[in-house]
């Protein structure tokens, strides 16, 4: 489990993430909602250790994370896939998901486990395992970027906008992947545009708005607030 508490960061000593509680269970999809410029990727970057907060604190199973390296944090068992993919264009699909599985190089087997596991979840990558990565469609590199993440033995995923830039049918693909991927056992902690089809995947929601947290309930709760169904479901 994820707890984040009383959690403030930002850059250049200004706080755009002000105060912000928020629980990851085990094993559930957590989805967080906001607008854009709203902190969602503030808040992951600092959970993840690429961000310091400047207030606050971030405890995974028990152990406090902040003061961590970010791989150190890797190791504890979280991954982050970051907005933006990040891929090595040049670099062969395998390449890029061998490098996610780099914390765990000392253990050849799991490593290759790993491999199988998302080749098995994603076939299309397997076909296109020796192709340099920056010619794949924008779909398969978002592929490549969560099989990269799960290549480092996650027990919680975190996932910033996966469907950025993704037209609705591949979005739909990406993000059925990523239910998935929870159904398989690994506990997520998305930020997503598409706030329906995401709170259908999720346990729990937390919606974000200048960098604090204004709503959190279920999913079902959500899907059923007035406030959400006006400001994020067009309803
Ligand atoms: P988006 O969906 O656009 O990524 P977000 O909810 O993830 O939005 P953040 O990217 O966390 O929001 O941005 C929160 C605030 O921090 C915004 O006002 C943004 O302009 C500011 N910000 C983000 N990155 C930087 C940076 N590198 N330097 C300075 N300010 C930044």
Redesign the pocket.
Known sequence: MLTVRGLSA???AVD?LHAVDVTARAGELTVVL?A????????FRTISGILRPSAGSVEFDGTRLSGLPADGIVKAGLAHCP?GRHLFAKMPVEKNLLLGGYVRRRNRRRVHELLAHVYELFPVLHDKRHHPAGTLSGGQQQMVAIARALMSDPSLLILD?PSMGLAPLVTAQVLDAVAQINRDGIGVLL?EQNAQAALRIAHHGYV?AE?RVVLSGTATDLLDDPEVREAYLGV
């Open positions: 930002g850059y250049d755009v906001g854009n410029g709203s902190g969602k990727t503030t808040m907005e906008e930020a974000l960098g």
